[in-house]
Nanobody
Framework: QVPLVESGGGLVQAGGSLRLSCVTSGSFFSIGDMGWYRQAPGKQREMVAV???????NYGDSVKGRFTIFRDNAKKSVSLQMNNLKTENTAVYYC??????????????WGQGTQVTVSS
């Protein structure tokens, strides 16, 4: 088992859309903030969107109005709908979860990363 499993990355043309999904292990019994971060080549990892356990989202300035974060507490999952993608959105996207697991130590978890490439 792994704490988080991501899916949904790929190659898309500028102006297109992608949806990323992240499912947590069934071992989680408490989940706080869930979110997405990204890291482009040569750049630091940055916050894209975070949603708390009440469903309140927070977005990075560059994605406001184009990206939407969704959370399903019953399925313990988080998704990121990305619309009107731009070439500068090309990066590896990482799911991030703050939570407690019966089998994994710690309380901050990262997914394996999924590549999003936006072509011009």
């Amino acid at each position: 088992q792994v704490p988080l499993v991501e899916s949904g990355g790929g190659l898309v043309q500028a102006g297109g859309s992608l949806r990323l999904s992240c499912v947590t292990s069934g071992s989680f019994f408490s989940i706080g903030d869930m979110g997405w971060y990204r890291q482009a080549p040569g750049k630091q990892r940055e916050m894209v969107a975070v949603i708390d356990n009440r469903g309140n989202p927070n977005y990075g300035d560059s994605v406001k109005g184009r990206f939407t974060i969704f959370r399903d507490n019953a399925k313990k999952s988080v998704s990121l709908q990305m619309n009107n993608l731009k070439t500068e959105n090309t990066a590896v996207y990482y799911c991030n979860v703050n939570g407690l697991s019966r089998i994994f130590k710690g309380n901050l978890y990262w997914g394996q990363g999924t590549q999003v490439t936006v072509s011009s």
